[in-house]
Nanobody
Framework: QVWLVESGGGLVQAGGSLRLSCAPSGRTFSRSAMGWFRQAPEKEREFVSAISGSGSTYYADSVKGRFTISRDNAQNMLYLQMNSLKIEDTAVYYC?????????????????WGQGTQVTVSS
């Protein structure tokens, strides 16, 4: 069975930084696409960032220039460095993975999901 476990969420003031981590277990995703999505209250889950199996990265316009996705294939880990956080970044952040190298922005194309970690940005 495959598990994705996120960590690193919390409460931070606007302008601050957080680093999210995602630890897969049950299989290796070093050659697969992985991504981060988020869901705010009463809103649909939305794409944040993704990284392909070859290492190409993709970002939502709302986080471009502030967030950085990265992976450590040796440790089978995925990260999301979030800088210059805004109040509107407040959401539950989910790690996702798919058994294909090509990254997509569609949540439905990801087969595996973590339980989510709360990120709250205060003024």
């Amino acid at each position: 069975q495959v598990w994705l476990v996120e960590s690193g969420g919390g409460l931070v003031q606007a302008g601050g930084s957080l680093r999210l981590s995602c630890a897969p277990s049950g299989r290796t995703f070093s050659r697969s696409a992985m991504g981060w999505f988020r869901q705010a209250p009463e809103k649909e889950r939305e794409f944040v960032s993704a990284i392909s199996g070859s290492g190409s990265t993709y970002y939502a316009d709302s986080v471009k220039g502030r967030f950085t996705i990265s992976r450590d294939n040796a440790q089978n880990m995925l990260y999301l460095q979030m800088n210059s956080l805004k109040i509107e970044d407040t959401a539950v952040y989910y790690c996702a993975a798919r058994p294909f190298p090509m990254a997509t922005m569609e949540p439905a194309s990801y087969n595996y999901w973590g339980q989510g970690t709360q990120v709250t940005v205060s003024s």
